[in-house]
């Protein structure tokens, strides 16, 4: 069985950094894709940071470029996401997920079908 959990979210202020980690479990980590999502109140889910397992390719949503940071560690089948800089906008739900997907469309949720069940990120202004 596929679980995602993730974990390292809060609350922290306009500027500040949180990592948020997603420990993986119940099928080959290394063959898969795994991509950080958002939902902020009132909106619709939309990718943020993905990573290739098997090469390690990245891939990040304009909005998050050069502030946050997606990594990988094989060897703990976790993934984490680094934010920096944050900007009360990117309050949220972040969702991670997984799936054997094509690296280049990895930032678009319908290609998913295992999810993690959230955890908030809110930074206030």
């Given at each position: 069985e596929v679980q995602l959990v993730e974990?390292?979210?809060?609350?922290?202020?306009?500027g500040g950094s949180l990592r948020l980690s997603c420990a993986a479990?119940?099928?080959?980590?290394d063959?898969?894709?795994?991509?950080?999502?958002?939902?902020?109140?009132?909106k619709g889910r939309e990718g943020v940071a993905c990573i290739s397992n098997s090469d390690g390719s990245t891939y990040y949503a304009d909005s998050v470029k050069g502030r946050f940071t997606i990594s990988s560690d094989n060897?703990?089948?976790t993934v984490y996401l680094q934010m920096n800089s944050l900007k009360p906008e990117d309050t949220?739900?972040?969702y991670c997920a997984t799936d054997p997907v094509n690296s280049p469309l990895c930032l678009l949720p319908y290609e998913y079908d295992y999810w993690g069940q959230g955890i908030q990120v809110t930074v206030s202004s």
């Open positions: 974990s390292g979210g809060g609350l922290v202020e306009a479990s119940g099928f080959t980590f063959d898969y894709v795994i991509g950080w999502f958002r939902q902020a109140p009132g060897a703990k089948n949220a739900i972040y």
